[in-house]
């Protein structure tokens, strides 16, 4: 069996939240695997990389045996496989990584004001549990 790419995401967020939605709604192929970042799994795998989620806590996607990729990277990474309306961000490989980060940061800075955030993580519905991370 081929190692599933895993999403790690701020459970809490809106926009977060409708991003990993329309994710799994189009990854038609099973490439990816979903965590929140405040799950136990996820906190394990970020402190496995010694990631500092006080710099990145919005998205990170890891490419189990590979890499993992942060920001707009993650973002890049995960629309080459899942498609449709997330192909444009493709055209932003041309800028440079330093200015798409800004911007990403800029996005994940104000997420909770401009989409707001639940109270607590999402759960899945039974049908959607086997897509992710315990």
């Known amino acids: ?4 790419k895993i999403i790690l995401f701020d459970g809490v967020c809106n926009l977060c939240n409708n991003a990993i939605q329309d994710i799994i709604k189009r990854d038609k192929k099973d490439v990816f695997r979903f965590a929140a970042l405040q799950s136990e ?3 394990q795998l970020v402190d496995e990389r010694h990631i500092d989620t006080s710099k990145i806590d919005s998205i990170i996607l890891i490419d189990p045996g590979t890499a993992y990729y942060v920001k707009s990277e993650a973002a890049m990474e995960i629309s080459k496989e899942v498609g449709g309306a997330w192909s444009v961000l493709a055209l932003f490989r041309w800028i440079p990584v330093s200015l798409r980060n800004m ?5 994940a800075k104000y997420r909770y004001r401009w989409f707001g955030r639940k109270a607590q993580c999402m759960v ?8 992710f991370l315990d």
Do not use: F, Q
């Open 1 to 4: 069996m081929k190692k599933k």
């Open 41 to 43: 799994i996820g906190r």
């Open 103 to 107: 911007v990403y940061d800029l996005v």
């Open 124 to 131: 899945p519905t039974p049908e959607l549990r086997a897509k």
